[in-house]
């Protein structure tokens, strides 16, 4: 009844968050205050070109999470964790963060009146992201270290009474999360058949089958995707299966060496049929170029990392257990874009960006259209 209600609801256009939209899947009662910034029912964005790219009649789908209230898919778990950290009274909310996860829990934070720190690797959070915690009002402690210490830290601070972790170790931010995956079968009336998406500490991963397991058990999906998730390069600890103790990649928000979630996304890509793979920077900063310039969505390097595997996939650098040809013809395939591209200009502001100079009249700029006819 409550989902149908708010289905209706979401059909007249009103805007419900994803506790409202899918509150009788989630750990959240009548005693639980609802932080919510009406996060979630992003778009599942036709792509035309990538199916093309992809032939045998296929359908490609963008999942536009950079729509998000904070620009990320984190703010899905952060309207659970951050309601249900209130509700246990919790005064203070912490995290560690690549940047979006800060962000986000800096919004929630003061949407709810409470307190929030982020502990961020000094020097390696993007612009953008950096200037969401202070606005919204965070404590930002900027440590000499790496994401995957900043996370222990974290770890270590649980203990303290009136504090809450709001990274993805807490559970709520997966129960959050798994919205997505329910709100792609809603609008395709079943689950694709191959599901991309970047990772970088896993939770995402963890959540998307957590949700499309759920719903095929209820029976709201016929089938279950294939989860085909893709690492940076210099970042693929679940890929070559051992720590790495100094992630590198320009796609900050997966450089992680030791993934919170790892098992749990293993597990998610071994029982789909899927696979974990990896994209070169490269080849991300490509997909992210192409993106913008062929289908209008800019997103961030590490969300591009979804559409660089799609590509890859279809190139003659295709791995050897890639699921793309076992998948059938007129399949759907959806590729998560976990955020906007605006929240790091400083990646895309190179040489290439530079406006073309002419004289301010009109047979001048009639001359630089021509050139770029
Ligand atoms: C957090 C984040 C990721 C990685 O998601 P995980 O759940 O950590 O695997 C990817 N892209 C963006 C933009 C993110 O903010």
Redo the contacts with the bound molecule.
Sequence with gaps: MGSLMNDSLSAMGASIGVIERYREYLPVSDRTPIISLLEGSTPLIPSPRLSSIVGRGCRVYLKYEGLNPTG???DRGMTVAVSKAVEAGANFIVCAS????SASAAAYAARSGIRCAVLLPAGKIAMGKLAQAFVYGAVVIGLESNFDQCLQLVRDLSTEPGIAVVN?INPYRLEGQKTAAFEIVDALGDAPHLHLL????????TAYWKGYVQYYGLKRATRLPRMLGFQAAGAAPIYYDRVIEHPETAAS??R?GN?ASWQQAKRAFQESGGAIEIVSDEEIFAAQSWLASHEGVFV?P??ASSIAGLMKCCSQTACTQCPLPSIPDNATIVCTL??HGLKDVASVLNDRVKPVSARPDKAAIMSVLERAR
């Design positions: 990320s898919f984190k690549t940047g979006n996860t993805s970047p990772v970088g500490n896993a939770g995402n991963t928000a997966i992680i993934p961030e590490a969300s976990t955020g």
